[in-house]
């Protein structure tokens, strides 16, 4: 039967905590020193609006969760005959195409606030939050703090538990498929385990606290920088630019017809659908002269885009460079450019 009720005090205190989660996520890629920024969408009409469940979450074993969320599917009008999982994901990417967002996710906050310890019923995969890695959803009881949903979201991007009995040292995953170096049961005589978001108890709360996580954690969710240039190694993938330059001769324009298309890095997950991927769209292709300052030419979007720009050349000028260019829509800073190509004027 149903013990536990949403009401506008609740759902107000979950707002809360979910949005410090996402802001910690935030703020934590800022202090990488990045060119990348990071903003989450959040959509809220269901939390607005509870959906109505036929048992109570809370009270059950957590594996019933199939139970509960295909009637979340249903009213939401996105439950097919393809199963659970595959529902879920076309959900999200429905979530993600609406709002304009490079990923979408779900969170569903389970309401534990008459329950006598918060927790899932015994007999069950979990007793507190869970989530499917790699972008599904993740499930959290309402009293469980914004560290926790923080923690469950870096499952959502790959990372693995660290803290003893759940991840292993020997375990790999996320897109350069990075071990799991900080899980507790790392074998090396001198490894002393680092705070991370990860692990659980003091380790978590020391990370959640002073905007950290482990080294192994951050390359699981893909924040690596393996040449120190500020990119992470997903993206830093150069522009391929082809096509042809030239003077047109009638009224003395220069002329550049081409194409320009993104790199993509080998997806090395061992997990997922090991699909190469990137966020990095065409959004600049510039043109300079004798090495000055480069002019925005045009601004394509898209992974690849076909190029026809012309221009005029002042007198004097020797040589003209294109390239194209990504941009982190937040910072403006480079994520990735092709070579530049030159064309004579002599």
């Known amino acids: 039967g149903s013990t536990e009720n949403w009401d506008a005090s609740l759902i107000a205190g979950v707002k809360v905590k979910v949005e410090e989660a996402l802001a910690w996520w ?7 020193q990045s060119v990348h920024s990071l903003a989450f969408e959040v959509d809220y009409q269901y939390a607005d609006n509870p959906v109505e469940t036929s048992l109570e979450p809370i009270s059950e074993r957590s594996n019933l969760y199939t139970t509960w969320v295909d009637e979340f599917l249903t009213h939401a009008g996105a439950n097919t005959a393809d199963g659970l999982s595959s529902d ?34 015994e007999g069950g995969s979990f007793r507190r939050g869970f989530a499917f890695s790699g972008g599904r959803y993740l499930v ?24 003893s ?19 507790a049961d790392n074998p090396a005589s001198d490894f002393v385990q ?10 978590l709360s020391n990370a959640y606290t002073n905007l950290t996580s482990s080294d192994s954690s ?87 885009s076909e190029i026809d720009i012309q221009f005029a050349v002042p007198a004097g000028v020797s040589q003209v460079e294109l390239r194209s ?15 530049s190509l030159t064309f004579g004027m002599d």
């Open 26 to 32: 935030q703020d934590l890629l800022e202090a990488q």
């Open 88 to 121: 879920m994901r076309k959900f999200n990417d429905g979530q993600r195409i609406a709002h304009d967002t490079n990923w979408g996710f779900t969170i569903f906050v389970v309401n534990d606030a008459l329950d006598v310890d918060g927790m899932f019923a």
């Open 140 to 163: 959290i009881p309402a009293g469980r703090p914004a560290s926790s949903i923080a923690h469950e979201m870096g499952h959502i991007f790959w990372a693995r538990d660290e803290y």
């Open 165 to 183: 009995g759940a991840g292993s040292y020997l375990q790999k995953r996320g897109y350069y498929n990075a071990q799991n170096l900080n899980a």
């Open 194 to 203: 680092q705070d991370s978001i990860m692990a659980s108890g003091t380790l």
């Open 218 to 304: 951050l390359k699981m969710v893909g924040w690596q920088d393996s040449d120190g240039d500020g990119i992470f190694d997903v993206l830093d993938v150069p522009h391929v630019l082809t096509g042809i330059g030239f003077v047109d001769p009638g009224d003395g324009q220069f002329e550049f017809h081409g194409s320009a298309r993104v790199g993509t890095l080998m997806n090395a997950n061992s997990s997922g659908f090991q699909s190469d991927m990137t966020i990095s769209q065409i959004d600049r292709v510039e043109y300079r002269f004798d090495q000055g300052a480069w002019v925005l030419a045009s601004s394509p979007g898209g992974y690849q």
């Open 325 to 339: 260019r990504s941009v982190d829509a937040a910072t403006g800073l480079t994520v990735a450019q092709s070579e």
